[in-house]
């Protein structure tokens, strides 16, 4: 899924005319840190996800829809379109939600070796 999103995230940057620089700024983070969403190396999209979509002019769950599913649903009649959408939100969500717990997680267990460490060394320099 990460790939999809950068590309969605490429895509529309492009079709907007900003540079990776741009985004970066306006994301607050690094050209490389901006470089490693759009490449597909990092989940930190999720993280930004609300300030992409305002920045690009997308709704956030638009980086999470299948192209194929946007498409079904134009082909057929406005019958239960509403609860399509809705499910498809509620869908968004819990894509959103997975992918930020895991990247909490992921810090969590970088602080908790980060902890050890220094608990470690505060230990042998105290000996």
Do not use: C
């Not at 980086?63 to 946007?70: P, R, V």
């Not at 959103?96 to 505060?122: A, N, P, T």
């Amino acid at each position: 899924m990460t790939n999809s999103v950068a590309e969605k995230i490429r895509k529309l940057r492009k079709a907007k005319g900003f540079s990776q620089e741009d985004m970066a700024d306006r994301l607050h983070i690094s050209q490389s840190a901006y470089a490693r969403i759009e490449n597909g190396e990092s989940y930190s999209w999720a993280a930004h996800i609300e300030r992409l979509s305002e920045i690009l002019e997308v709704k956030p769950e638009s980086f999470l829809t299948d192209e194929t599913n946007n498409l079904e649903q134009e082909n057929t009649d406005q019958k239960g379109g509403m609860a399509f959408q809705f499910v498809g939100t509620i869908n968004t969500i819990n894509s959103l939600s997975e992918k930020l717990l895991e990247q909490y997680e992921e810090r969590i267990k970088e602080l908790k070796d980060q902890v050890d460490y220094w608990k470690s060394k505060s230990e042998s320099s105290k000996q």
